[in-house]
Antibody
Framework: QVQLVESGGGVVQPGRSLRLSCAAS????????MHWVRQAPGKGLEWVAV????????IYADSVKGRFTISRDNSNNMLYLQLNSLRADDTAVYYC???????????WGQGTLVTVSS | QSALTQPASVSGSPGQSITISCTGT?????????VSWYQQNPGKAPKLMIY???NRPSGVSNRFSGSKSGNTASLNISGLQAEDEADYYC??????????FGGGTKVTVL
């Protein structure tokens, strides 16, 4: 069965960096696009970024463009999100999600909480 | 990348049917057949309920159905049950290659 397990969240000061990881199993990882979606406390879902199955393309939400970088390691079935220049409004639970073709999320991880605070 | 518009809350009695709307623009909902719906219970990850406007993943009850007309998509839940009480989000592909969610709808079973 598909499993997605995020890690790397924590408390970080504004302006600092953090890297999130997502370990994938139970499917052919290098055949699917992968996404990051976040949810601020008490708020709705916000799509963050997608990376194509082969890592050949990345697309970002305007709110994170230039600050966040999505990447993947198909040899080890890992997805990553590098978060730079963090701001208070980046505080959220970050979910990794397996992409359905072409534009939906058919499996989700349990999420990892990032708190940006001084 | 403005969020899609959903009603904040919808309620119904057990056994009734309810509909949640999701309104976008001609650049997202109206442009593609790529609307999906997610159910989220408190403290849990979202769960895919409908994809590509009207397709149900295996394991999702046939009480859930989706449709689209113009720039508005809809999720219908028939035979409402207590277990359907949750937050529901729509999502659409956009002509920028991004995805966008609705603000979410809280479904209450009276």
């Amino acid at each position: 069965q598909v499993q997605l397990v995020e890690s790397g969240g924590g408390v970080v000061q504004p302006g600092r960096s953090l890297r999130l990881s997502c370990a994938a199993s139970g499917f052919t990882f290098n055949s699917y696009g992968m996404h990051w979606v976040r949810q601020a406390p008490g708020k709705g879902l916000e799509w963050v970024a997608v990376i194509w199955y082969d890592g050949g393309n990345e697309i970002y939400a305007d709110s994170v463009k230039g600050r966040f970088t999505i990447s993947r390691d198909n040899s080890n079935n890992m997805l990553y999100l590098q978060l730079n220049s963090l701001r208070a409004d980046d505080t959220a639970v970050y979910y990794c999600a397996k992409g359905g073709h072409p534009a939906y999320f058919d499996h989700w991880g349990q999420g990892t909480l990032v708190t940006v605070s001084s | 990348q403005s969020a899609l518009t959903q009603p904040a809350s919808v309620s119904g009695s057990p056994g009734q049917s309810i509909t949640i709307s999701c309104t976008g623009t001609s650049s997202d909902v109206g442009a593609y057949h790529y609307v999906s719906w997610y159910q989220q219970n408190p403290g849990k990850a979202p769960k895919l309920m409908i994809y590509d406007v009207s397709n149900r993943p295996s394991g999702v009850s046939n009480r859930f159905s989706g449709s689209k007309s113009g720039n508005t998509a809809s999720l219908n839940i028939s035979g409402l049950q207590a277990e359907d009480e949750a937050d529901y989000y729509c999502s659409s592909y956009t002509n920028s290659g991004t995805l966008v969610f609705g603000g979410g709808t809280k479904v209450t079973v009276l």
